[in-house]
């Protein structure tokens, strides 16, 4: 009886019902399973091995030169000036009579136009001689040397003689070219000397005394000694009215003037008037105050002829200035007939500049920088050109 009942506690499993045992073998199978699973996941992936393609050759192609025919070739066409003008301001408005003296003088009272009309000027190098550009209101400059041959070779005219060893001086030779030219005002006089391709548009003459290579300077030309040249100037001067005036100037070397085909003014420095002879003589000097004012630095002013242009009829007018070397000084006022002009301290009239344009800033600046104070006005006056009078 005890040998049965040790058998069976041997043997536990025996009489365990079969649900439990499947139970038992479903949860160990999942667990293998999750287990490969988690295994599965956790090795890292090895990432592929990259091959590169192989090298692709390219066809070389023969270089061949491009040919494009080109027919009626045509040039931009050139850029077109802007003038703009205003409606009509009052002198009194403006109160030129206040304005700080430096050169430029107070108002001009009734009578004198041109204050009302504004100029855009092109934008290219402003000198004492012109600009680059015309504005369709200025005087056309050429240049010429005269101590150089037409090729532009140099002719010995004022160069350092080998003999003496001296420098030579040839002002008779220069001033002998410029009373040949006066003669007859004609051009082929300077023929055979070299003549400058590049051109000046000046609406003044204001040179104020400096060293005589501003001319050569301002044509993009060798300045050398700034010695024996000639610019020639030529246009038209219209205004809207009829109105008589005359020049007042000076010209050191020289200057001279001509209007409708007649000499109306001509000045020299006082050395060089000896070469000129019968240039052009004014009448009644003493009535016309010629030699009396100064203008610039030393220089007394000539007192031109009276002219008179009917309104809106044209005037042929040309300029001939030059120097032989040093300084020079070539200025141009005008004076017209019946207005009353503020006097300066010499007791003479504070002329306005003649123009055919209203100066722009940079040129006013420019005459500023070796003007006398208070000699004349570079803003007031008529204006010689045909905008309409407002």
Request: glycine share 10%; proline share 7%.
């Amino acid at each position: 009886m005890k040998k049965k009942n040790r058998k069976k506690s041997l043997n536990p499993i025996k009489g365990t019902s079969s649900a439990f045992l499947l139970s038992v073998l479903i949860h160990a199978g999942l667990a293998a399973l999750a287990g490969v699973i988690i295994v599965i996941n956790i090795k890292p992936k090895t990432p592929p091995d990259f091959v590169a393609p192989p090298p692709v050759e390219m066809p070389k192609m023969p270089r061949q030169k491009l040919k494009m025919p080109v027919k009626n070739p045509s040039k931009p066409k050139a850029s077109k000036k802007i003038t703009a003008i205003i409606d009509h301001v009052s002198l009194s408005a403006l109160a030129f009579q206040d304005l700080p003296l430096g050169g430029i003088g107070p108002g001009q009272g009734d009578g004198v136009e041109g204050i009302d009309q504004i100029e855009v000027p092109p934008m290219d190098e402003v000198s004492l001689t012109g600009r680059n550009e015309s504005n369709g209101h200025d005087l056309q400059g050429t240049y010429y040397d005269v101590k150089r041959n037409r090729n532009g070779s140099y002719n010995g005219m004022g160069e350092t003689d080998r003999a003496t060893r001296e420098a030579r001086e040839d002002n008779a030779d220069y001033y002998d070219i410029a009373t040949r030219f006066l003669a007859n005002w004609d051009t082929s006089v300077f023929s055979k000397y070299y003549r400058s391709p590049k051109k000046k548009y000046a609406t003044c003459i204001m040179v104020p005394s400096m060293n005589s290579s501003v001319a050569p300077t301002a044509f993009g030309e060798d300045p050398g000694s700034g010695r024996y040249w000639f610019i020639h100037y030529t246009g038209k001067i219209v205004y809207p009215r009829d109105i008589t005036f005359r020049f007042w100037g000076v010209g050191d070397g020289f200057i001279a003037v001509r209007v409708g085909g007649k000499d109306v003014f001509a000045d020299a420095w006082w050395s060089e008037r000896k070469y000129f002879g019968n240039m052009w003589q004014p009448g009644n000097l003493s009535a016309r105050k010629s030699k009396t004012y100064f203008l610039g630095y030393n220089t007394s002013m000539e007192v031109g002829d009276w002219i008179t242009l009917k309104a809106g009829i044209p005037q042929k007018i040309e300029i001939i200035m030059g120097d032989q070397g040093g300084l020079c000084a070539l200025m141009l006022l005008v004076e017209v007939k019946g207005v009353k002009y503020p006097k300066n301290e010499q007791g003479g009239p504070i002329l306005p500049v003649f123009k055919l344009s209203p100066l722009s800033h940079d040129m006013i600046d420019l005459i500023y920088k070796d003007l006398a104070e208070n000699e004349c006005c570079l803003t007031n006056g008529p204006v010689f050109n045909d905008f309409t009078d407002l």
